[in-house]
């Protein structure tokens, strides 16, 4: 069984940072994107970056130069680190993998179970 498993989230003061990560588990062939998506009450769920397996990297404008997305091919991981944090962040953060699993022929996408960030004083 294939499983994305996210960690790191949590509270944190405005201006502040976390580090997100999410790891794929099971038996895996290969992946392709992984990305970040959130949502936030209300609303519907948004990109937040992606990246390739390359390494090329896509973000919503909202976020340019403040968080960074990254992976470790190795550990099956992508992390997103998030700098100056605003309350508007606040949101469930989720990352999802399209991947392809050793005992499948096509590929899919995953999605990790989501982790709570809240921005607040």
């Not at 790191?8 to 502040?16: N, R, S, T």
């Not at 062939?29 to 970056?49: F, H, T």
């Not at 896509?58 to 992976?71: E, L, M």
């Amino acid at each position: 069984q294939v499983q994305l498993a996210e960690s790191g989230g949590g509270l944190v003061q405005p201006g502040g940072s976390l580090r997100l990560s999410c790891a794929a588990s099971g038996s895996i062939s290969n992946i392709y994107d992984m990305g970040w998506y959130r949502q936030a009450p209300g609303n519907q769920r948004e990109l937040v970056a992606t990246i390739t397996s390359g390494g090329n990297t896509n973000y919503a404008d909202s976020v340019k130069g403040r968080f960074t997305i990254s992976r470790d091919n190795a550990k099956n991981t992508v992390y997103l680190r998030m700098n100056s944090l605003k309350p508007e962040d606040t949101a469930v953060y989720y990352c999802n993998a399209d991947l392809l699993p050793s005992l499948l022929a096509t590929k899919k996408i995953y999605w990790g179970q989501g982790t709570q960030v809240t921005v607040s004083s």
